[in-house]
C-alpha cells in the first residue's frame, strides 16, 4: 500500500509569483485535504476534494485554488505569492470525507517566498 | 466554530515515567476528536480517534486518550515515556457536519534519559 506522496519536496518563489504543489492520496481513499503549517502552529485547513469537487473550505482567500484529478490525485495552486505564503503545506487523503476518517499526511512541501 | 486549545506549549518526562500531554476543545455538538504526532521535517501520523462510545480510546505506540465531556478534554497519556516519543503531538476536532479537522498549537514533548 503506498502511503501519500507530496512533491516537490522543497520550493523557493518570490513575491507575485505562481506555485503549484501536488500530492498523491493513498490507495483506495478519494478525499484529499491541504493544509498550512506556518513555523510552530498547527495546521490550518485550506480546502477539501472528494470525487474531484471542492468539499469544504477554510479561511484561505481565492489566490488559493486546487484540483482533483480522475485518479484523485490533487494540486494546490497559490497565485500572487506573498511573504506570509512560507509555510510548510501538507495534504492528506482520507477513506471519504466522512468526519470520522483519520486523514493520512504526506510529508509537506516547504515553501519559501522571498 | 470549533476550536482546540493545547495550553503546553513544551512538556518535559523522564523515560519510564507516566506522561501526559493535554487538550481541550470547544465544537457545536458531538466533537470528533483526533491525536497526531509530527517529527522533524515529517508529515503528522494519525494516534488515535474518539468518535463514539467507551471514554478511553487506545491507539498506536502504547498511546491512549481520555474524552472527558463535562471537562471538555482529550487528554493524551502513556503508562511510561520511552526517549522515541520525543516529537511534537496535536490534538485536532472536527464535528459531524464539518470538512475541516481543526487543529491545536501542539504541544513539544521531551523524553529525558
Known amino acids: 500500500e503506498t502511503g501519500v506522496t507530496q512533491s516537490p519536496t522543497h520550493l523557493i518563489k518570490t513575491r507575485g509569483q505562481q506555485v503549484t504543489l501536488r500530492c498523491s492520496s493513498q490507495?483506495?481513499?478519494?478525499?484529499v485535504s491541504w493544509y498550512q503549517q506556518a513555523l510552530g502552529q498547527g495546521p490550518q485547513f485550506i480546502f477539501q476534494y472528494y470525487r474531484e469537487e471542492e468539499n469544504g473550505r477554510g479561511n484561505f482567500p481565492p489566490r488559493f485554488s486546487g484540483l482533483q484529478f480522475p485518479n484523485y490525485s490533487s494540486e494546490l495552486n497559490v497565485n500572487a505569492l506573498e511573504l506570509d505564503d512560507s509555510a510548510l503545506y501538507l495534504c492528506a487523503s482520507s477513506l471519504t470525507g466522512g468526519a470520522t476518517n483519520e486523514q493520512f499526511f504526506g510529508p509537506g512541501t516547504r515553501l519559501t517566498v522571498l | 466554530a470549533q476550536s482546540v486549545a493545547q495550553p503546553e506549549d513544551q512538556v518535559n518526562v523522564a523515560e519510564g515515567n507516566p506522561l501526559t500531554v493535554k487538550c481541550t476543545y470547544s465544537v457545536s455538538g458531538n466533537p470528533y476528536l483526533f491525536w497526531y504526532v509530527q517529527y522533524p521535517n515529517r508529515g503528522l501520523q494519525f494516534l488515535l480517534k474518539y468518535i463514539t462510545g467507551d471514554n478511553l480510546v487506545k491507539g498506536s505506540y502504547g498511546f491512549e486518550a481520555e474524552f472527558n465531556k463535562s471537562q471538555t478534554s482529550f487528554h493524551l497519556k502513556k503508562p511510561s515515556a520511552l526517549v522515541s516519543d520525543s516529537a511534537l503531538y496535536f490534538c485536532?476536532?472536527?464535528?459531524?457536519?464539518?470538512?475541516?479537522?481543526?487543529f491545536g498549537s501542539g504541544t513539544q514533548l521531551t523524553v529525558l534519559p
Open positions: 485536532a476536532v472536527t464535528r459531524g457536519s464539518a470538512r475541516q479537522l481543526t
Open positions: 490507495s483506495g481513499h478519494n478525499t
